[in-house]
């Protein structure tokens, strides 16, 4: 099974040219025979929101090549220190990224070459000592939202079966034309990329991002079906009043990412059906490749705050207090995934890139929640995420669900008490907040130290940037 | 203070750009300050500044120090 239907294509925003069929298959052809004469091991692919850095990436795949999806604007100190850990065949994509995009300097042991199909590449001198396991397609780094940097190995049948049950859920179809407003590197975007091309539907290739001009324009003439974004995009649209309607095309809102609140997944499903139109709500980790769930746009107004059920081929359990998995319905505890998309593990150095697959299709999300009766996910937030008040354990997912009313909020902990950074709020409101918190949970409010911010920070895919956060406290 | 100082005062402020960057030839998404982040707190700081409110399509095509300027005459700013 390939990954790229034979009505697949891809449509460059920015030249208006469409590769499909005979056109497409040639040169991801070409890319694979690129890295045919490439030494043995893994592929970085410094990967923006252009054509070529998609062709790099799916001829990788095609060709059976294991790919590390990178960010460009890594730190060339990370991308030093990954080089060093993983020993790759090749670094990929060495032009790629706009703003604070440099690769750094040569790493020791490679060279510099410009070929002809790749581009700009660093070439490793000699082949790394451990060779990839055959069933390894994708390395994608984990957020640096927790712990330390580290690859999530991903099999080629995981990919594919993702890509399938994506299409499933979504009922894609070869006329859905989705635009690329995620990165390449961030798993729901390479999901993006991936559902679309096995329904053999277009990958309209657009750089900027919702707030850029281009991303519109181009969503009007190539007649975009379908948008796909975190919460933070959502928060953004909402804040500059975007409307579906403008795009008579436009069907389809996905979201994923983090938690958006209720009140913005009811606005933008009122928007969208208002149009014919539907809004899903999704699920996913990057260790699963990434969609787990998908919450059917039916379920809406009905089911506001669930995930959905899992994809087709995958079953959820729940992990209770006493650690007893079970299936039944209202007992919350840690979701645990099962299905053929679960990664086959971790990779810290080039030694594990040999692995096979440790996890046997189990995932433990690390994600607390329930099931209700017809088996869809309710989420409850991070099982690592609480913090104490005055000595008692507080969840801190649910802190921030009590005062979400007022904007973006993230609380962390604090030595004996929350912190929660309130985005755009005032001095007084910030008060409030501390006010609220300290009824809700009947303890004194100098727990609670809210402190305004302008903006909440975030990673480069859009998502918190919880460690930043809590480096502050 | 002329519109043009104001609105450099206002990028300034609102991207927290380093000295010696060159504001008025600035673009959307040229420096890592001006993402979309940066462009959210620029077009709420805007229009504080401005007494304006920017809908949809200004906010999308707010895309260079220039073009503010102008969208910024246009609604009637004094100079």
Redesign the interface.
């Known amino acids: 099974m390939r990954l790229v239907h034979p009505a697949a294509r891809l449509l460059d925003a920015a030249s208006g040219v469409t590769l499909g069929g005979p056109d497409l298959a040639a040169r991801l052809a070409r890319v694979g025979e690129a890295y045919a004469a490439l030494p043995p091991g893994v592929l970085f692919a410094r990967s923006g929101l252009g054509v070529e850095a998609v062709l790099r990436y799916v001829g990788a795949v095609e060709a059976g090549r294991p790919v590390a999806l990178l960010d460009p ?1 890594l730190d060339p100190a990370v991308l030093a220190d990954f080089v060093h850990r993983f020993e790759p065949a090749a670094v990929l994509g060495l032009a790629e990224g ?3 995009a440099d690769p750094g300097a040569l790493p020791k042991g490679y060279r510099e070459v410009t070929d002809a199909v790749l581009g700009p590449v660093w070439v490793r001198e000699h082949a790394p000592a451990a060779r990839p396991h055959p069933d390894l397609a994708v390395l994608l780094a984990t957020s640096g939202s927790t712990g330390d940097p580290k690859f999530v190995r991903l099999s080629r049948d995981a990919v594919l079966a993702n890509a399938t049950a994506i299409g499933t859920a979504l009922a894609l179809d070869p006329t859905e034309v989705a635009p690329t407003n995620l990165p390449l590197y961030y798993s729901f975007g390479m999901s993006v990329v991936n559902s679309h091309l096995a329904a053999g539907a277009t990958v309209l290739v657009v750089d ?6 281009e991303f ?1 324009q181009a969503t009007a003439e190539h007649g975009a079906t379908s948008l796909a974004g975190v919460p ?1 995009h959502y928060e ?1 649209l909402h ?5 579906p309607a403008r795009y008579p095309t436009l069907r389809t809102l996905t979201q994923a990412g983090g938690r958006l609140r209720d009140e913005l997944i009811l606005a933008f499903h009122e928007k969208i059906s208002a149009v014919g139109g539907r809004f899903h709500v999704m699920w996913g980790c990057t260790e699963a490749g990434p969609r787990m769930s998908t919450l059917p746009a039916e379920a809406l107004p009905e089911r506001v705050g669930s995930v959905g059920p899992a994809l087709a081929g995958g079953a959820f359990t729940v992990l209770d207090p006493d650690g007893v998995e079970t299936s039944a319905p209202e007992v919350v505890g840690e979701l645990v995934y099962r299905g053929p998309n679960v990664m086959m593990g971790y990779a810290e150095r080039a030694a594990d890139l040999a692995r096979g697959d440790d996890q046997g299709g189990v995932l433990r999300t690390g994600d607390l929640g329930r099931l209700d009766a017809d088996g869809y996910v309710w989420l409850r937030g991070r099982l690592s995420r609480f913090g104490k008040v005055f000595g008692v354990r507080v969840n801190l997912h649910d802190i921030e669900e009590m005062v979400r009313d007022h904007g973006p909020v993230v609380a962390v902990s604090g030595p004996d008490r929350v912190v929660i950074f309130a985005e ?1 709020v005032d001095a007084a409101t910030a008060g409030q907040i501390a006010g609220r918190l300290a009824e809700r949970l009947r303890t004194h409010r100098t727990g609670f130290d809210v402190r305004p911010v ?2 909440l920070p ?1 990673l480069s895919n859009g998502k918190i940037d919880y460690r930043a956060l809590e480096a502050q406290v | 203070m002329t519109l043009t100082d104001r609105l450099r005062a206002v990028f300034v402020d609102a991207l927290e750009l380093p000295e010696g960057v060159d504001v008025e030839n600035l673009k959307y998404r040229d420096i890592e300050q001006w993402d979309s982040l940066g462009h959210m707190t620029l077009v709420a700081a805007i229009e504080d500044e401005f007494g304006v409110q920017l809908d949809t399509d200004q906010v999308i095509d707010l895309s260079s120090f220039k073009v503010a300027q102008d969208m910024l005459r246009g609604l009637g700013v004094d100079e």
Request: charged share 25%.
């Open positions: 604007a706009g703003a604070g900027g991002g919702v707030l850029a001009r519109w933070h953004m804040r500059i009043r975007w409307t755009g302008e903006r975030q």
